[in-house]
């Protein structure tokens, strides 16, 4: 099976843009997870969507979105860039059993001028 | 809500020696526990996974890990280094059904093999 894709790989925007990246899924995963990760404060949970719906949130301002499609594929935005929003986006996907692991995908970096 | 600690923010070992990374979690309820580890410029790949069980749980790269519930740790172990294992190791917790697809990480631990 192929992994967890996501696009671009790596993204440069400056303060004030909006930016939308791309996470699919491994076949078959109903779950698409999205994390934020810096230098600073680490692997931090952005959002879960399952069945095109958010199931679970983090702690986030509302600038940052998302949104899941009916092919599992998700969409994450971020509106109003700021330079602290500077970090690698992470997907991971899983099956939705009780017990089930979350693959993850290589990343977008994205960097705000 | 649960958070993970990980005792060790940078470990710098010679090959050969034995690794032990620490990791406990804070949550009064059952858990799946979780090692990933980030090799430089790669992506987060699973070592190895607790979900129920045998507490002693065999990953791969002969990685290997052991749940202690009273002490609410999953510490990492490997008997034997190798310089190939220099990467970020990252103790991951989620809370099982409607809560699997919201992990919380620690804040991960750089391991540094001297050849």
């Known amino acids: 099976k192929a992994g967890v894709t996501q696009t671009p790989r790596y993204l440069i925007k400056t303060r004030g843009q909006q930016v939308t990246l791309s996470c699919s899924p491994i076949?078959?995963?109903?779950?698409v997870s999205w994390y934020q990760q810096t230098p600073g404060q680490g692997l931090q949970f952005l959002f879960e969507y399952f069945s095109e719906t958010q199931r679970n949130k983090g702690n986030f301002p509302g600038r940052f979105s998302g949104r899941q499609f009916s092919n599992s594929r998700s969409e994450m935005n971020v509106s109003t860039l700021e330079l602290g929003d500077s970090a690698l986006y992470l997907c991971?996907?899983?099956?939705?059993?009780?017990?089930?692991?979350?693959?993850f995908g290589p990343g977008t970096r994205l960097t705000v001028l | 809500a649960q958070s993970v600690s990980q005792h060790n923010h940078h470990v710098i070992l010679s090959e050969a020696a034995s690794l032990e990374l620490g990791c406990n979690y804070s949550?009064?309820?059952?858990?799946?526990l979780f090692w990933y580890v980030q090799y430089p410029g790669q992506h987060l790949q699973l070592l190895l996974k607790?979900?129920?069980?045998?507490?002693l749980v065999k990953g791969i790269k002969g990685f290997e890990a052991e749940f202690i519930k009273s002490k609410f740790s999953f510490n990492l172990r490997k008997p034997s280094v190798q310089w190939s294992d220099t990467a970020e190791y990252f103790c991951a917790v989620n809370v099982p059904n409607t809560n699997a697809g919201k992990s919380t990480f620690g804040d991960g631990t750089t391991l540094t093999v001297k050849p």
């Open positions: 076949s078959g995963h109903r779950s």
């Open positions: 991971a996907s899983s099956t939705d059993r009780p017990a089930d692991t979350q693959y």
């Open positions: 949550y009064g309820g059952t858990v799946n």
């Open positions: 607790y979900f129920s069980g045998d507490p």
